[in-house]
């Protein structure tokens, strides 16, 4: 197994336990929308998927346009995600391996850099993330499940594809960081881990509790 450089975090779902409300969020407001949606629904469908395929979905579902969608469903998310949303179990934990192994880290997802930084913040975790070190598929303006995101992320920080792991709970993050050339670390939260596996994972963890022994980064720590 190569040696890691760099190990690029998803965020919702990964850091961020954001995907529960977003995925009720989006089941609600399409269903007001005309179109029947329950959240396993949402998640099947739409989860790790881009909103303005979505919104081209449920258009074409409905026979007129959804746009309207967008506003709607951004004013409620905002709202909740900015007033409540908790960092993923194990997560704050991992964080601290990586940096103990000395390895380098980023996030890198589908969402406005504002929704990043809006849960970041909410979760506690805005003082650990250089703001540098944030990459948006609405700022380089490709989205998972394409590899662009992640290869940007890498090329930005200097590391090479194949001494990446990418950390994703989503299909479509998992066959991104194959398509970018990476290793992929699934954790299967919402998403079944047969799923992960099926898209391509290398290696699923049930927690992120899990992520520094999958990383070899594991180390036995003695008490002070
Ligand atoms: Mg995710």
């Not at 975090?9 to 336990?17: A, E, N, R, S, T």
């Not at 029947?36 to 998640?43: L, M, N, R, S």
């Not at 995101?149 to 792991?165: I, M, N, Q, T, Y």
Request: proline residues 5%; contains cysteine.
């Amino acid at each position: 197994m190569p040696r890691t450089d760099l190990v690029i975090f998803d965020c919702d779902g990964v850091l961020v336990d954001s995907e529960r409300v977003t995925t009720r969020l989006l089941a609600e407001v399409i269903t007001e929308f005309g179109l029947p949606t329950t959240v396993e629904d949402a998640i099947a469908r739409y989860k790790g998927t881009d909103l303005s395929v979505i919104v081209e979905h449920v258009g074409a579902q409905l026979g007129r346009p959804a746009d309207e969608l967008v506003e709607i469903y951004r004013g409620r998310m905002y709202a909740e995600l900015g007033a409540a949303c908790d960092a993923c179990p194990g997560a704050p934990e991992a964080l601290d391996a990586v940096e103990a192994a000395g390895l380098g880290w980023c996030v890198a997802s589908n969402g406005p850099r504002k929704k990043i930084e809006t849960t970041l913040r909410s979760s506690g975790l805005t003082n650990r993330v250089d703001p540098a070190r944030v990459f948006s598929a609405y700022e380089v303006g490709v989205w998972k499940p394409e590899p662009g995101l992640f290869l940007a992320a890498a090329e930005s920080l200097g590391a090479s594809p194949e001494r990446c792991v990418v950390v994703e709970d989503s299909r479509s993050g998992v066959v991104a960081g194959k398509a970018a050339g990476m290793r992929v670390i699934a954790y299967a939260d919402i998403t079944p881990a047969a799923d992960l596996l099926d898209a391509g994972a290398d290696a699923v963890i049930a927690s992120m509790h899990e992520l520094a022994t999958a990383l070899g980064i594991q180390t036995d720590r003695v008490g002070v």
